[in-house]
């Protein structure tokens, strides 16, 4: 059974985003949080497979939650749910760790469907937020040549880049889980990105 917190202050918004949750992950069990507070007290009572997380919330911002959260448990996926769909509201998400951007404009059952390929590790990206990035990163990003990276270090971002876990990847390469995390480190230095998110972007544009 998966546990999934929905943190949204509007009561309307987060009884439809409970149904979203309950059509992407069948018998999930939901705790519901209105603000940072209530959020941060929840992730006190039992670690969450999933937490979808709106931005603005009454007595902060949605991302002091998921910092919070992988501060803590790198497993739960991070997954902002929002209306704001700009550059700096993607890009400060993704800083923060999220796994996900979903904007809240979507219909319910392909909001369910992203989710969803989140929990098969790939970055939930609405349509709109996707183009968002790769212009972003057309205009500020680092050139990131392909020699910039070693041999190994694109075998490990084109995993990355598949949807692939630390382990899996260490799996599929014969390497350790430990030399997987020190190549990641240096991709994601080398690259000047910080999520798997951004990674998984890189990997597509390096046709990895």
Same mark, same amino acid.
């Given at each position: ?15 439809? /985003?409970?149904?979203?949750?309950? @059509? ?5 069990? *939901?705790? +519901?949080?209105?603000?940072? !507070?209530? =959020? &941060? ?60 951007? /979903?904007?809240?404009?979507?219909? @319910? ?5 992203? *989710?969803? +390929?989140?929990?098969?590790? !790939?970055? =939930? &990206? ?83």
């Amino acid at each position: 059974m998966s546990h999934v917190l929905i943190v949204e202050d509007i009561p309307d918004v987060r009884a439809w /985003l409970c149904e979203v949750a309950r @059509a992407a992950c069948a018998g999930a069990e *939901i705790q +519901e949080a209105d603000s940072v !507070r209530a =959020a &941060l007290a929840a992730l006190e009572t039992a670690p969450f497979r999933i937490a979808l997380i709106d931005l603005g919330l009454p007595d902060g911002s949605g991302l002091d939650v998921a910092r919070a959260i992988k501060a803590n448990n790198l497993e739960t996926f991070c997954i902002v749910t929002t209306i704001l769909g700009d550059d700096a509201s993607i890009v400060g998400a993704l800083a923060a760790g999220a796994d996900g951007y /979903l904007l809240k404009d979507q219909p @319910a059952d392909i909001l369910a469907r992203q *989710i969803r +390929e989140t929990l098969d590790g !790939r970055p =939930a &990206l609405s349509p709109a937020i996707a183009r968002r990035l790769m212009e972003h990163f057309k205009r500020t990003g680092p050139a990131a040549e392909d020699a910039a990276l070693t041999q190994r270090e694109r075998d490990v971002l084109a995993h990355v880049g598949r949807g692939l876990r630390n382990h899996e990847a260490a799996k599929a390469l014969g390497i350790s889980d430990h030399t997987v995390a020190g190549h990641i480190k240096s991709v994601y230095r080398k690259l000047g990105i910080s999520t798997r998110a951004e990674a998984a972007w890189h990997a597509t544009r390096l046709g990895l």
